[in-house]
């Protein structure tokens, strides 16, 4: 582990009865960086969050904020973290001025004047001057996740851990959200944040991906993107289902992911194998409407990586057997 790091996970682990969401994770953060942490459902993306703010405490292994132990200094972390969970947690019948006020009065950090000016700056910060007197319950939900956003930074944490932060709003509020982490980030705020949206995850300096409790790859969006086996062919047919099949078993192809209407096909050199695959999907009476050569993007990655993963641990369950 790195010394300067800013939080620190050492084979950090969490069980809820039989079950085991987070297994052995090992994880340094550095300060300044918007980590991201993305994964499936149930892959232990908010267990991970809780843990790293003190709210939960670990099953085995430990994880240390700002130099302190997350067990043995639960209080010193929480006035250097902002958790914002993935569930809106505040007072709905209290209007935006008065949640901000009791979030203030939590942390008992300031009054007076400066607790008008920060409460001022954060209202501005997050476009929330117009709504002071709106009830939280009757805020969009943009609004919402903007005002929980506002009082997790009301005593200015150096670390934010947000879970799933613009999910379930808007693609104009989604955006303006993150507006908001980009600004925080370039001030220097250290930002943990766990997304199902890869366009998310590319913004993000570094990206850790979850399956099954286990960091199964961390690094750059570049250095992950790399991990894409071979080339990727985008193609549009006909026959999405008949077309999936007919590529799956063609020897060319080594791996198949279907979006929508169209499939994506991974391939050792797209210049070699497009006209191949053409072929035998017309001999099969598909007619394909588009084909083209595409460059990977995270979604993509990440499914490759998982698919990876699965055929190990089935190749894993036929050994033991």
Known sequence: MSEASIICASRLSRSFSKTRALCDLDLCIEPGELFGLVGPDGAGKTT?????????????GSVRIAGYDSVRHAEA?????????????????????????????????FGGDERRKRIEQLLAFAHLEQFIDRRAGQ?????????????TLIHRPDVLLLDEPTTGVDPVSRREFWDILTD???????????????DEAERCNRVGLLFKGTLIECG??????????GQLIELQPESLERAQTILENH???????????????????????????KVALESAGIQVRRMRVVPPRMEEA????????????????????
């Open 251 to 277: 020897p060319d192809v080594v791996e198949v992911q279907v979006y929508g209407d169209l499939l994506h096909a991974f391939v050792d050199d797209a210049s070699l194998r497009m006209s191949p695959l």
């Open 220 to 229: 750059t969006p570049e250095a992950i993107k790399s991990h894409v086996p």
């Open 48 to 60: 991970a969050l809780r843990l790293m703010a003190a709210v939960m405490r670990p099953t085995t």
């Open 139 to 151: 805020l969009s939900g943009g609004m919402q996740k903007k005002l929980a956003l506002a009082c």
């Open 184 to 198: 925080l980030h370039i001030s220097g705020t250290t930002i943990v944040v766990s997304t199902p949206y890869m």
């Open 302 to 321: 990440f499914i490759s990586l998982i698919h990876q993963r699965q055929g190990r641990e089935t190749q894993c369950g036929k050994a033991d057997v």
């Open 77 to 109: 972390i929480r006035t250097h973290v902002g958790y914002m969970p993935q569930r809106f947690s505040l007072y709905g019948d209290l209007d935006v001025l008065e949640n901000l006020n009791f979030y203030a009065d939590i942390f008992g950090t």
